[in-house]
Every structure is written in C-alpha cells, then in structure tokens.
C-alpha cells in the first residue's frame, strides 16, 4: 500500500521559533490533510489542501500542497506552548469505488521549551 | 459543527469476550465511515470503510470476521471486537464524512483494554 514519509519525527524548539515539518509519498494523493493528536484524544484537523499548488493557512499554520501531488508541509509560525503535540499528515486518493479511507505518516512529535 | 462522538471512550475486558464500540456522527449524516487503530506512539491505520446500508471494506490483513463492523444507519457505525485477545488492546478511531470528496471527522477515540 501506500506509505507516507513524514519529518521530522521529533521536534524540541523554544517558544516563539518557527516550526517546519514535510510528509513525501511515493505515489500521488487528492488531498493532502494536517491533523493534530493530543494524548488519548482523536485527530483534529488542521488544514486541508485539495488543489496541486495549493497554499493554505489557519492562523500561525501555513500548509502546502506540493506540484507533484506527492509531497507536503506545514509550517508553524511563533510556536506557542500549547503548540504542543502530535502533528499527522495524512493522504487521501479517491478510487472509482468512491470515498478511501486516509493514509497517515507517522508523525512528528512537538515539544516546545518555554 | 461536524461533531463525532464514540462510546465507550474505555474499556477493559477479559479474554474471550466480545466488545462494541459506537461512533455517531452528531450533526450530519455521514455516508461513510472508516475504522482506524493506532497503537501507542504509532500512526493511525485503517481497518475498514463502512457505508451506510451495505457491507464494510476491510483492509489487507484485518479479519472481517474479528471486526465486526455494521452501519445500519446514517448516524451510527458500529466494531464489534469479537473474542478479544491482549494483543486487540489499542485505541480504536472513527472517523465520518457526509460525502465523497467531504472532510472526514474524527471521533475521539476508544481505548480498548483486553485483559
């Protein structure tokens, strides 16, 4: 199946820098998803990307959809301490049977220092 | 808007036995919904995609016959984990969309406790 390729898998930053994380796949997706985790909770969506090229943005957090439709990233600008958690990007092709489920990366896990 | 929920949010039984999960969604209808896993400090991966009124699509390597998954209506799916085993402790996540080329919600996940 498909795999996703998601850096990096960790990050310390201090509070206040930016924060750059990328997922790769090596075959295309329709849509490109951002999700945060928290512990024992489920994904909330972040951002969502439909369009090859798109580039979108939710308050401090800018996604891109990459021209290849393979690839991704999301940035975080002036990171703040509740910043903190589990960031998952996520794939999602449509197949002539309809809706497919995603495919996740394995995350990258934020921890900021205040 | 775009709320889902799932119930039980834990759960702890003994080997053997059997356990259903509920996810609904709260304010829309979802046509579809998809069963995840996620074990711990691991990504999420999908077992199933369940359409309302007809039979569920397992993913390669999970047992239709262990996961029972039923959506009988627009608002509820349901995984039934059937004769749990240890190694079926995880946490187990739904997802709803109200349509093809719609965002998929996320419940917030149960926490399943084989002992």
Known sequence: GQQLNQSPQSMFI????????????????????????????????LIALYKAGELTSNGRLTAQFGITRKDSF??????????????????ELYSGGGADGLTFGKGTHLIIQP | GAVVSQHPSRVICKSGTSVKIECRSLDFQATTMFWYRQFPKKSLMLMATSNEGSKATYEQGV?????????????????????????????????????????????????LLVL
């Not at chain 1, 750059?20 to 489920?42: A, D, H, R, V």
């Not at chain 2, 349901?78 to 996540?93: Q, R």
């Open chain 1, 14 to 45: 201090q509070e206040g820098e930016d924060v750059s994380m990328n997922c790769t796949s090596s075959s295309i997706f329709n849509t490109w998803l951002w999700y945060k985790q928290e512990p024992g909770e489920g994904p909330v969506l």
């Open chain 1, 74 to 91: 999301l940035n975080i600008s002036a990171s703040i301490p509740s910043d903190v958690g589990i960031y998952f990007c996520a794939g």
């Open chain 2, 63 to 111: 047992e239709k016959d262990k996961f029972l998954i039923n959506h009988a209506s627009l608002t509820l799916s349901t995984l039934t984990v059937t004769s749990a085993h240890p190694e079926d402790s995880s946490f187990y996540i739904c997802s709803a969309r109200e349509g093809a080329g719609e965002t998929q919600y996320f419940g917030p996940g149960t926490r």
